[in-house]
């Protein structure tokens, strides 16, 4: 099925490991986005990248790192975990469409819970 | 800076109910404006959404939201609310045409009573 797909579902890390956040998705998006979510808060943007080859840090990047790999691929890296990451995660991608950089709209995928203890 | 403030954490509605909820926007120019729903474990689907035109948008599964620019809201709105529809739901403005990022409100939990 068409869409974005995200591994792990579920990690524990303890803190000061690291690890990666794998994202992909086969819509042929050019713009893909991990947001974290926690309890009354929202989403908040980690980190997206607009196009094949750029990234940009969003609200949160502290503690994180991200690769774009090739255009369907999207990943992001804890390098050293701290208890603050617990959090599930959300990869997205979004695409153009005409003149207006208008966007027809975000698939998310289904997250990733993390839990550092 | 751009904002979503969603001034209910918690509503709870019976089944066959209307249902209605808030969102209200800070945002210099004119918004991108989304409504997303997201049910226990599961990741966010889009219910509808507001780029320009015709102020009121119809969505899926029934939902509705205004767009009214005075009041810098875009209110979400079912008239019958069906014991499915509980779930969370996600407020978000677009930050930029050029790059999509989203600014999420921090979310509505919708509980159905029998």
């Known amino acids: 099925n068409a869409g974005v797909t995200q591994t792990p579902k579920f990690q524990v890390l303890k803190t000061g490991q690291s690890m990666t956040l794998q994202c992909a998705q086969d819509m042929n998006h050019n713009s893909m986005y991990w947001y974290r979510q926690d309890p009354g808060m929202g989403l908040r943007l980690i980190y997206y990248s607009a196009s094949e080859g750029t990234t940009d840090k969003g609200e949160v990047p502290n503690g994180y790192n991200v690769s774009r790999l090739n255009k369907r691929e999207f990943s992001l890296r804890l390098e050293s975990a701290a208890p603050s990451q617990t959090s599930v995660y959300f990869c997205?991608?979004?695409?153009?469409?005409?003149?207006?950089?208008?966007?027809?709209?975000?698939?998310f995928g289904s997250g990733t819970r993390l839990t550092v203890v | 800076a751009q904002s979503v403030t969603q001034p209910d954490i918690h509503i709870t509605v019976s089944e066959g109910a209307s249902l209605e909820l808030r969102c209200n926007y800070s945002y210099g120019a004119t918004p991108y404006l989304f409504w997303y729903v997201q049910s226990p474990g599961q990741g966010l689907q889009l219910l509808l959404k507001?780029?320009?035109?015709?102020?009121l948008v119809q969505g899926i599964k029934g939902f509705e939201a205004e767009f009214k620019r005075s009041q810098s809201s875009f209110n979400l709105r079912k008239p019958s609310v069906h014991w499915s529809d509980a779930a969370e739901y996600f407020c978000?403005?677009?930050?930029?045409?050029?790059?999509?990022?989203?600014?999420f409100g921090q979310g509505t939990t919708l509980q159905v009573k029998p």
């Open positions: 507001y780029f320009s035109g015709d102020t």
């Open positions: 997205a991608s979004s695409e153009k469409r005409g003149q207006g950089l208008l966007r027809v709209g975000y698939t």
């Open positions: 978000a403005v677009a930050r930029s045409s050029n790059t999509g990022k989203l600014i």
